[in-house]
């Protein structure tokens, strides 16, 4: 078993939720969380979703990364006039602690279909949108935790072919660049859909790992050729360490697939969808250790948060089977 799902799963539910009234009483969900260790405090930030289906952002807490107390309040980034049109929800942020501050990458849906924004703060509860990263429709993006080259680089995925999902979707992952994390230019794609099989359709996850022997990168994978069903999945690549654009291994099969009624069963039955990654141990180079635990803070069914561990050294296995 490549990774470990928590006893506790699923770690937080629309039980877990505390009433932030008027906003939010009795909420219906919460999913997709990004994750991050300061000090020695894990964090989440948290997709709350209400009975109106409207999306809010909470933060939670934790001294062993398994048992979250959520924060009665609600993390409200300024800036958000600056996106243009209606903005209707903003979710799924990924975090990365990156030169001293902390990112999240977040969807914004408005009228005009999705967009990729950038949040930056001093600590989670005091973000701001630094800017909109994505002129076209894109949802899914993900900041690496350093520069590279000089340059600052993310995953992206761009839309297209929305066809039977009804919503914006992908079927490639590509590297894109930036000197100032505003302006943002396409690299070179780096990840294509596999259709046919478990990973169809495919967008980033958590923030890239780097390891001494490349990047190594979550994402998730869609099957839709079941037609009943589009199962989402987790599964992992990695990258060259210099040049990011050349792809090294990608696994065969997926580490994560709904297996347990939590997963199965849902507001979106069938997902498990991972966000957040928090690495225990790094060597002094900065590279995390293939010992290292691993933790992935994922999205179950599109209703609560659960947890999965495994190692550095098993998922650098998985991306090469
Ligand atoms: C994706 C995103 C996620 C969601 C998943 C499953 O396209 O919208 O936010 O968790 O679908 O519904």
């Given at each position: 078993?490549?990774l470990?799902?928590?006893?506790r ?11 932030c009234?008027?906003?939010?009483i ?12 300061l000090?020695?405090?894990?964090w ?7 009975r ?5 952002l909470?933060r939670a ?15 409200r ?29 977040v969807a ?6 999705c ?12 973000f701001?949108?630094?800017?909109v990263?994505?002129?076209a429709?894109?949802?899914?993006a993900?900041?690496?935790?350093q ?14 072919g929305?066809?039977?999902?009804g ?29 046919h099989?478990?990973?169809?359709r ?12 490349g990047?190594l990168?979550i ?13 989402y ?7 060259d360490l ?18 347990e ?7 979106v039955p069938?997902v498990?969808f ?10 002094g ?6 010992e290292?635990?691993v933790?992935?803070y ?5 209703s ?18």
């Amino acid at each position: 078993m490549i990774l470990e799902r928590s006893a506790r799963n699923p770690i937080l539910t629309r039980a877990s939720i505390p009433d932030c009234p008027p906003e939010i009483i009795d909420a219906s969900a919460v999913f997709n969380p990004g994750a991050i260790k300061l000090g020695e405090e894990y964090w989440l930030l948290l997709r709350v979703q209400t009975r109106g289906r409207q999306t809010h952002l909470m933060r939670a807490c934790s001294r062993d990364g398994e048992r979250f107390e959520v924060l009665p309040e609600l993390i409200r980034p300024r800036g958000l006039e600056r996106v243009r049109g209606r903005l209707h929800h903003l979710y799924d942020p990924r975090l990365s602690w990156l030169e001293g501050q902390i990112y999240a990458v977040v969807a914004l849906d408005v009228d005009a279909g999705c967009r990729v924004g950038l949040l930056r703060g001093a600590d989670l509860a005091s973000f701001e949108l630094l800017a909109v990263i994505s002129d076209a429709d894109a949802r899914n993006a993900v900041l690496f935790p350093q520069r590279v080259g000089g340059r600052y680089l993310r995953l992206d995925r761009p839309h297209r072919g929305a066809a039977s999902v009804g919503v914006g979707s992908g079927d490639e992952i590509w590297l894109s660049e930036s000197d100032d994390l505003l302006h943002w230019r396409p690299v070179q794609r780096v990840l294509e859909g596999r259709w046919h099989y478990w990973d169809e359709r495919i967008g980033p996850g958590p923030p890239p790992i780097r390891t001494r022997e490349g990047w190594l990168c979550i994402y998730h994978g869609v099957a839709h050729h079941l037609s009943a069903a589009h199962i989402y999945q987790a599964g992992v690549f990695l990258l060259d360490l210099e040049d990011p654009a050349q792809l090294l291994a990608r696994g065969r099969d997926n580490i994560l697939e709904p297996r347990e009624p939590y997963e199965m069963v849902g507001q979106v039955p069938n997902v498990v969808f991972p966000s957040g990654v928090i690495v225990e141990k790094s060597d002094g180079g900065g590279f995390a250790r293939p010992e290292s635990l691993v933790r992935i803070y994922y999205g179950a069914a599109d209703s609560s948060v659960a947890l999965a561990t495994t190692t550095i050294a098993a998922l650098l296995d998985a991306a090469r089977r």
